[in-house]
T-cell receptor, first 116, second 114 residues
């Protein structure tokens, strides 16, 4: 069974640009969560999608957005990039068949974004 | 809101020695508790989880953790550390029911010396 796939793995952008990151969850997993990981802040929850609906959102500005498609694949977008957006962005999927949370997450290897 | 504290940022142990990584959580109800491990340049891998029942849970790679409600702790242990265990370890708490939102601790970086 293929794991969670994130693309691209590495990217470099300049301030003011926008970026889109993609995540393909494990087959059968309907919930996709996104996390930002930085040395200073650790793992910060961005948002979670289930059946194409955003169910929960962390404390990030509106420049951070996401969506989920009918096949459960998800994208996140960051507009007007700032230097502080440089981070490892991790996607995680989970089964949540009934929509209830168990918290057991399966992570991808992440997309490392560098903003210059 | 739930929170997780990992008081040790960095721990160094000798290969073959025992290991205990500390984790304290704050949550009103009984939480779901997890330990994840992250190797350099990789995503996080689940080591073990506690939902309910037996408070001593066994995980992969020889790790175990004990849930102590009275101390709000979920410490990770391993009796004999291997060099390949060098990584960063994250304790996490999830909501018991409801939407998917897992809160992670700041992590403990484990160094193993020969």
């Amino acid at each position: 069974k293929a794991g969670v796939t994130q693309t691209p793995r590495y990217l470099i952008k300049t301030r003011g640009q926008q970026v889109t990151l993609s995540c393909s969850p494990i087959s059968g997993h309907r919930s996709v969560s996104w996390y930002q990981q930085t040395p200073g802040q650790g793992l910060q929850f961005l948002f979670e999608y289930f059946s194409e609906t955003q169910r929960n959102k962390g404390n990030f500005p509106g420049r951070f957005s996401g969506r989920q498609f009918s096949n459960s694949r998800s994208e996140m977008n960051v507009s007007t990039l700032e230097l502080g957006d440089s981070a490892l962005y991790l996607c995680a999927s989970s089964i949540t068949r009934t929509g209830a949370n168990t918290g057991e997450l399966f992570f991808g290897e992440g997309s490392r974004l560098t903003v210059l | 809101a739930q929170s997780v504290t990992q008081p040790d940022i960095h721990i160094t142990v000798s290969e073959g020695a025992s290991l205990e990584l500390r984790c304290n959580y704050s949550y009103g109800a009984t939480p779901y508790l997890f330990w994840y491990v992250q190797s350099p340049g990789q995503g996080l891998q689940l080591l073990l989880k506690y939902f309910s029942g037996d408070t001593l849970v066994q995980g992969i790679k020889g790790f175990e953790a004990e849930f102590k409600r009275s101390q709000s702790s979920f410490n990770l242990r391993k009796p004999s550390v291997h060099w390949s265990d060098a990584a960063e370890y994250f304790c996490a708490v999830g909501l018991s029911g409801g939407y998917q939102k897992v809160t992670f601790g700041t992590g403990t970086k484990l160094q193993v010396i020969p």
